[in-house]
């Protein structure tokens, strides 16, 4: 054979022999443990939505009432109104771990998405805005069970194991008014099927279908566990709703939880359809979130406006403790100034009454008639707060919400100057229905917070005898009603013997 032509040994390279042994790195330190992946790896497994989505095909923009069943690439917006989520395997999808059933409505209807998960659940809430990209619309299901009252359109996503869904969590909402406005809402006209609670609790609830309650949250119970029997813990709150006729309950439960966290005692706005409801033992009854029912939260149209309004006037009514405001008045001007005034308590009412944008400062001389700062002692409500809508009592500064665990800084109830006036020769003052400035309450007991939580009852009895009875002059202001520090109520900015 010529030596020109290549032999069939060149092909190959040669072979270490069986003994020769592998040798060993020059590095000293070990290998790092692991499974040979990536960081971005394991993340793009665990949470799909890391991944970059390019679809293949062009998506049409609809509203919700614009779908229709078959198979069309689809992009549609939506707030959540109802979510449960399901943990297990499924059938269809082998590869999830579960599912959220979601309602999702726009301002023209809803649609009912399953939205499978492969590992760890989605962080979803009533009321977040979502975008969603699919390639088929369903029917409702055959099976009757399966299906949602009032829904008629369905769609199932798979975003990061089937190519053509995707969805995306809008969390900062820059257009905060994208899809609030409620079914069938036509604008100067009062919205169909919505009733009063009182009306609703009357028998609205007895078989009446599509309907709406529109109520404020009033306030937030704490927290409460109850074992299941087959193992593990149901956790819940009770959130206390109203409206100008009636209170009622609504429970949450479990993975709603996370919903309320953004709800704001009087001022939060839910629009409830088809709610559910449970007959109490005390027979006013409670609601309930069912299959069917929606939650609109802070929907905008003119009643739920109208109804917050209302909720903040019942606010200013009714606590105790709205905040004093600071920078308002010239209290040393107020005390010592040339142009001093002096009220009575009927000139005073007369006074606001007349002109109430009107801002000013005055005194009034009255006499406590009745203290009220042992007994209040005894009950461990000397100092009041606020927080989550609930009313908080304790003899100390400072005391923990029971519901969200902060820490409230509290004010000396107003209630210890008895459940009896102030009075003068004209007329009377409701010690609760004034705004009292830290720096009066100090005054009128001549010891700060802090001293008074540690007075043992000989003390507090002695404060208690040495003010009941005692002629006092108060200095008052009273903030214009087309001021910012509104609050429709006198305030009093010191305490003069």
Same mark, same amino acid.
């Given at each position: ?9 060149? !092909? ?30 394991? $993340? ?31 992009? !549609? ?18 590869? =999830?771990?579960? /599912?959220?059933? @979601? ?29 969603? /990209?699919?390639? !088929?619309?369903?029917?409702? +299901? ?34 905060? +008014? ?12 009062? $919205?169909?099927? @919505?009733?009063?609670? =009182? ?9 009446? +279908? ?25 956790? @819940?709150?009770? %959130? ?22 953004? /709800? ?49 006037? #019942?606010?200013?009514? &009714?606590?105790?403790?709205?905040? !004093?405001?600071?920078? #308002? ?27 109430? &944008? ?22 461990? *409500? #000397? *100092? ?5 809508? %609930? ?20 004010? @000396? ?8 006036? *102030?009075?003068? &020769?004209?007329? +009377? ?45 108060? #200095?008052?202001? /009273? ?16 305490? *003069?013997?």
């Amino acid at each position: 054979m010529p030596s020109s032509y290549p032999t069939i040994q060149s !092909f190959y390279q040669p072979e270490l022999p069986a003994s020769t042994s592998i040798p060993e790195p020059t590095s000293s330190q070990p290998s790092p443990p692991g499974d040979g992946f990536t960081e971005s790896e394991l $993340l793009a497994a665990q949470d799909p939505l890391t991944r970059p989505w390019n679809p293949t095909r062009e998506y049409t923009q609809l509203t919700i009432s614009s779908l229709v069943p078959g198979p069309l690439p689809v992009t !549609f917006n939506g707030r959540i109104v109802n979510l449960s989520t399901i943990r297990g395997t499924s059938q269809k999808e082998k590869s =999830a771990a579960g /599912w959220h059933y @979601l309602l999702i409505k726009d301002d023209s209807s809803v649609i009912s998405v399953k939205l499978y998960f492969a590992q760890t659940p989605y962080t979803l809430t009533l009321g977040l805005l979502l975008t969603i /990209w699919t390639s !088929f619309i369903s029917e409702p +299901s055959k099976n009757p069970t399966h299906n949602t009252p009032g829904v008629s359109l369905y769609a199932n996503i798979f975003p990061g194991r089937v190519t053509s869904d995707h969805i995306l969590i809008h969390t900062s909402e820059s257009s905060p +008014s994208i899809c609030r406005a409620p079914l069938n809402y036509v604008k100067s006209q009062s $919205l169909t099927g @919505l009733m009063t609670l =009182a009306s609703y609790l009357a028998g609205g609830h007895d078989g009446v +279908s599509g309907v709406k309650i529109l109520v404020c949250v009033k306030s937030i119970g704490a927290e409460k566990k109850l074992a299941r029997k087959q193992g593990g813990e149901n956790i @819940l709150r009770d %959130i206390t709703l109203f409206d100008h006729t009636a209170e009622i309950r609504l429970t949450i439960w479990n993975e709603l939880l996370p919903s309320i966290k953004s /709800w704001k005692p009087n001022h939060t706005i839910l629009l409830l359809s088809n709610p559910g409801f449970r007959v109490t033992p005390a027979g006013k009854g409670s609601l309930g979130l069912t299959k069917a029912t929606m939650v609109e939260i802070d929907p905008e149209f003119a009643d739920a406006g109208w109804l917050r309004d209302y909720a903040g006037r #019942v606010r200013q009514k &009714e606590s105790l403790c709205l905040g !004093f405001p600071e920078g #308002v008045w010239d209290v040393e001007a107020a005390e010592g100034g040339v142009n001093r005034m002096f009220f009575t308590v009927g000139e005073l009412d007369v006074w606001v009454r007349a002109n109430p &944008e009107q801002t000013f400062t005055g005194f009034v001389s009255v006499v406590i008639v009745e203290m009220d700062l042992v007994r209040l002692w005894r009950r461990n *409500m #000397v *100092m009041y707060g606020e927080c989550c809508g %609930i009313q908080l009592f304790s003899n100390t500064p400072q005391t923990p919400c029971p519901t969200c665990k902060t820490t409230i800084n509290l004010v @000396l109830n107003p209630k210890i100057i008895g459940p009896h006036p *102030m009075i003068d &020769e004209t007329g +009377s003052i409701d010690s609760s229905k004034l705004l009292w400035s830290p720096r009066a309450f100090q005054t009128l007991l001549n010891t700060s917070l802090e001293t008074l939580a540690t007075l043992t009852l000989p003390h507090i009895q002695a404060i208690q005898d040495r003010l009941l009875g005692l002629r006092i002059h108060l #200095v008052i202001g /009273w903030a214009g009603t087309n001021s910012e520090a509104a609050i429709g109520r006198s305030a009093v900015l010191n305490v *003069m013997y």
